[in-house]
């Protein structure tokens, strides 16, 4: 029972830094109507800036996280001005192969940016887990869980309780209409992009916290790609949802599962449940399915 409880409560834990990936997959999608399969590069290239911030400039951890802040802010503004703004309107398999072909710029380049940087990020925290009514848990998963819950709240926060959050969320309901109230899109597409600079970078590092860090993080988010698509690509409670469903999921299949059938099973669990969900609810479980009228 208490390895059972162990197995939950760690699912728990990587689900809620899960949510906080995902959520940079809602904000694009809110906004533009847009998938951005580079995900992972974004985390990847912000925690290799905070890591050069503490290696190669010498910050601490606050001036580092700030030093990375600015530069992936820098990036997503780059990006929307020369890239995205010459690709208003094109198709949406246009614009998902751009962000394919920058998540391989960023590999590439963050190779050569960063040859010779350690990729690490010290943990400050102790070792030693605690020890919760017979349950271990690791300090540092609990405090990236409780970090990336606070961030959690802030961007629902913004989203709903702020003029810009108003304005984006008009402008996924209906880009025409945002326009005709006087939204000005570029800008907002701007700030869109800017979030997920900022989700990337913490992201990033908690998951660097966690399992270490490296150029393997770009993987994460091909990893919680399916947790959107189960919980909805527009919805972020749905997301939320669908990070913890699938954390639970992953942990208690590396434990139950992947000893009796060979390790690396739990990875394919969360793929498995998104067919699943297909079939059933093709626009998510909190998802809203277009409605054409004819």
């Given at each position: 029972m208490e390895f059972l409880a162990f197995l939950v409560v760690d699912g728990?834990?990587?689900?809620?830094?899960?949510?906080?990936?995902?959520?940079?997959f809602v904000v694009v999608y809110k906004a533009s109507r847009m998938i951005n399969f580079a995900v992972g590069d974004w985390m990847m290239l912000g925690s290799r800036m905070v890591a050069s911030g503490i290696h190669g400039v010498g910050l601490g951890l606050g001036g580092a996280l700030a030093f990375g802040c600015v530069g992936m802010v820098a990036v997503a503004m780059a990006f929307d001005r020369v890239v995205l703004r010459r690709l208003f309107s094109r198709?949406?398999?246009t614009l998902i192969m751009v962000t394919i072909g920058l998540g391989i710029f960023m590999r590439g380049s963050a190779a050569l940016v960063f040859a010779g940087l350690p990729g690490g990020i010290a943990r400050p925290l102790p070792l030693d887990p605690l020890v919760i009514v017979g349950v271990p848990v690791a300090v540092e998963k609990l405090v990236a869980a409780a970090i990336a819950g606070a961030?959690?709240?802030?961007?629902?926060?913004f989203f709903h309780g702020s003029?810009?959050?108003l304005?984006?969320?008009?402008?996924?309901?209906?880009?025409?209409?945002a326009m005709a109230v006087g939204i000005d899109l570029h800008r907002h597409f701007a700030i869109a992009w800017g979030l997920v600079g900022v989700l990337s970078v913490l992201?990033?590092?908690?998951?660097?916290?966690?399992?270490?860090?490296?150029?393997g993080i770009e993987l994460l988010g091909l990893k919680v790609f399916p947790i959107v698509i189960v919980g909805g690509l527009?919805?972020?409670?749905?997301?939320?949802?669908?990070?913890?469903?699938?954390?639970?999921?992953?942990?208690?299949?590396?434990?139950?599962?992947d000893p009796l059938v060979g390790g690396g099973f739990s990875h394919v669990a969360s793929y498995l449940v998104l067919m699943a969900a297909?079939?059933?609810?093709?626009?998510?479980?909190?998802?809203?399915p277009d409605i054409v009228r004819v």
């Open positions: 728990v834990l990587a689900g809620a830094i899960y949510a906080l990936v995902a959520l940079a198709s949406l398999l961030c959690i709240g802030a961007l629902s926060w003029r810009t959050g304005a984006l969320r008009a402008i996924a309901s209906d880009q025409q209409v992201s990033g590092t908690l998951w660097s916290f966690v399992a270490g860090g490296g150029f527009d919805s972020f409670p749905g997301s939320i949802i669908g990070a913890f469903i699938v954390g639970i999921l992953e942990s208690l299949t590396a434990g139950y599962v297909l079939f059933v609810r093709p626009y998510g479980l909190f998802g809203r």
